[in-house]
């Protein structure tokens, strides 16, 4: 558990339902109007990521943006977050609501940020940009599938949005992909991916009793109906392959977003995957436990995934350059290569230091893409699939990255689908 959670440590120190709408919203959601040159925001899903990185950061943000209402299921923290708001704006006005269709009704928001487990992600996001609003959403998909619908409908309403990770702010990662696009390495040969383990535990399924402050039928949305127990819920849905894609999703979505990056194949993927591993069992969880995993790239990069200590490393003809640890210093297999300059002709890749949030709030008003726009998201996220698929077929697999099919395989294009939703929730309209 800790290595899962030692990313989060670091951030702290640092449409008819389809989507029927009300038509009358109640009082306490009619809060006071922010300035007309401020984006107005709602916040859905307000746990711990959702209030501690996120929500933190819009409210240092205030020269651009006004955050009015606040979402979750679970009432304590809609509450909290609600008193984190009041507190920063010295007033009460913030809005607040366990149905994050009442925020996607107010014609006074102009954009969401969505803080839920990852089952929620997709089909909030194309309900949102279908109301208009433009989008910043956790990472990642649930399916291979979901994601080509999530770019089809944020294309098709003209929405902005923003696959919500900090990676490509941060300095580190920024460098090595630079270093690595201009040659300083010579011609990449190989990636090493290492992601965190999982806990240890295998998780508790005996039902419990549903906390009087939670919607559970609202939590689980269009997953299959289950029992309530603590294990099942907030961190640790993350475990369960009907809410999560497990720590290789969970964790994925950030390093292989700079590998791909890096390796300017960022709107692509990978041509042929394998690995081996073990999943849990015996217990509530059921995602993978342990993996070593594959990925070969058409231009001869082979890159690896295996479990550790949070790193990544690019190695070339010429030397290698990566780091240690979540955010772990730059290193190189030489000063030259770790201290190199670039010139002002050479490739320089889109960042914002001001963070995703920041970047996202700019692209709004200018209506330009985000520093990691859907579509980018988008394959991020499959990498994170295909290494699953994968792993619980037990084989190699051909991937076309063009078609965005497996070559020859049926059942793993069945496990790259839309997986069925529980009524009333669609992607349909």
């Given at each position: 558990?800790?290595?899962?959670?030692?990313?989060?440590?670091?951030?702290?120190?640092?449409?008819?339902?389809?989507?029927?709408?009300?038509?009358?919203?109640?009082?306490?959601?009619?809060?006071?109007?922010?300035?007309?040159?401020?984006?107005?925001?709602?916040?859905?899903?307000?746990?711990?990521?959702?209030?501690?990185?996120?929500?933190?950061?819009?409210?240092?943000?205030?020269?651009?943006?006004?955050?009015?209402?606040?979402?979750?299921?679970?009432?304590?923290?809609?509450?909290?977050?609600?008193?984190?708001?009041?507190?920063?704006?010295?007033?009460?006005?913030?809005?607040?609501?366990?149905?994050?269709?009442?925020?996607?009704?107010?014609?006074?928001?102009?954009?969401?940020?969505?803080?839920?487990?990852?089952?929620?992600?997709?089909?909030?996001?194309?309900?949102?940009?279908?109301?208009?609003?433009?989008?910043?959403?956790?990472?990642?998909?649930?399916?291979?599938?979901?994601?080509?619908?999530?770019?089809?409908?944020?294309?098709?309403?003209?929405?902005?949005?923003?696959?919500?990770?900090?990676?490509?702010?941060?300095?580190?990662?920024?460098?090595?992909?630079?270093?690595?696009?201009?040659?300083?390495?010579?011609?990449?040969?190989?990636?090493?991916?290492?992601?965190?383990?999982?806990?240890?535990?295998?998780?508790?399924?005996?039902?419990?009793?549903?906390?009087?402050?939670?919607?559970?039928?609202?939590?689980?949305?269009?997953?299959?109906?289950?029992?309530?127990?603590?294990?099942?819920?907030?961190?640790?849905?993350?475990?369960?392959?009907?809410?999560?894609?497990?720590?290789?999703?969970?964790?994925?979505?950030?390093?292989?977003?700079?590998?791909?990056?890096?390796?300017?194949?960022?709107?692509?993927?990978?041509?042929?995957?394998?690995?081996?591993?073990?999943?849990?069992?015996?217990?509530?969880?059921?995602?993978?436990?342990?993996?070593?995993?594959?990925?070969?790239?058409?231009?001869?990069?082979?890159?690896?995934?295996?479990?550790?200590?949070?790193?990544?490393?690019?190695?070339?003809?010429?030397?290698?350059?990566?780091?240690?640890?979540?955010?772990?210093?730059?290193?190189?297999s030489s000063d030259a290569i770790?201290?190199?300059?670039?010139?002002?002709d050479e490739i320089r890749l889109?960042?914002?230091?001001?963070?995703?949030?920041?970047?996202?709030?700019?692209?709004?008003?200018?209506?330009?893409?985000?520093?990691?726009?859907?579509?980018?998201?988008?394959?991020?996220?499959?990498?994170?699939?295909?290494?699953?698929?994968?792993?619980?077929?037990?084989?190699?697999?051909?991937?076309?990255?063009?078609?965005?099919?497996?070559?020859?395989?049926?059942?793993?294009?069945?496990?790259?689908?839309?997986?069925?939703?529980?009524?009333?929730?669609?992607?349909?309209?």
């Amino acid at each position: 558990m800790k290595a899962c959670l030692s990313r989060r440590a670091f951030l702290k120190s640092g449409a008819a339902t389809a989507l029927v709408l009300p038509q009358i919203l109640p009082a306490r959601l009619r809060g006071a109007a922010a300035p007309s040159n401020l984006i107005t925001v709602g916040f859905i899903g307000t746990g711990e990521h959702g209030t501690g990185w996120n929500l933190r950061r819009y409210l240092e943000l205030r020269e651009l943006c006004r955050v009015l209402v606040v979402c979750d299921v679970d009432g304590a923290r809609m509450r909290r977050a609600k008193e984190i708001v009041d507190e920063q704006y010295q007033n009460r006005d913030c809005a607040l609501t366990k149905d994050f269709r009442e925020v996607l009704a107010r014609k006074d928001i102009d954009a969401v940020m969505i803080s839920t487990p990852d089952h929620w992600h997709t089909l909030m996001s194309v309900l949102a940009v279908r109301a208009g609003k433009d989008v910043q959403c956790e990472k990642p998909t649930l399916s291979i599938d979901e994601g080509k619908i999530l770019i089809r409908e944020v294309r098709r309403h003209h929405r902005v949005f923003q696959t919500s990770t900090e990676d490509r702010s941060i300095p580190v990662y920024h460098r090595m992909a630079e270093l690595v696009r201009n040659g300083r390495i010579g011609r990449v040969q190989r990636v090493e991916v290492i992601l965190p383990r999982q806990p240890n535990v295998p998780g508790d399924p005996t039902p419990q009793p549903v906390p009087p402050d939670l919607d559970w039928e609202m939590w689980l949305g269009p997953a299959p109906f289950a029992p309530y127990t603590r294990d099942r819920v907030h961190f640790n849905f993350r475990w369960i392959e009907d809410y999560s894609g497990g720590i290789i999703c969970d964790w994925g979505t950030h390093l292989f977003d700079t590998a791909q990056w890096a390796l300017d194949v960022e709107r692509s993927g990978p041509v042929e995957i394998e690995g081996t591993g073990t999943f849990w069992s015996g217990g509530l969880y059921n995602t993978v436990k342990d993996y070593d995993v594959t990925f070969r790239y058409a231009n001869g990069v082979v890159m690896t995934c295996r479990p550790g200590n949070p790193s990544i490393r690019f190695i070339g003809t010429d030397g290698w350059v990566g780091n240690t640890g979540w955010r772990g210093e730059l290193e190189a297999s030489s000063d030259a290569i770790k201290n190199a300059r670039l010139g002002p002709d050479e490739i320089r890749l889109y960042t914002n230091p001001q963070g995703e949030h920041h970047d996202f709030l700019q692209c709004v008003k200018s209506r330009k893409d985000p520093y990691f726009p859907v579509d980018i998201g988008h394959r991020v996220s499959t990498v994170c699939h295909l290494a699953n698929i994968a792993l619980k077929l037990g084989r190699k697999l051909r991937w076309d990255p063009v078609k965005e099919e497996f070559l020859g395989d049926e059942t793993a294009n069945e496990l790259r689908k839309v997986r069925p939703m529980r009524p009333p929730w669609t992607l349909e309209g």
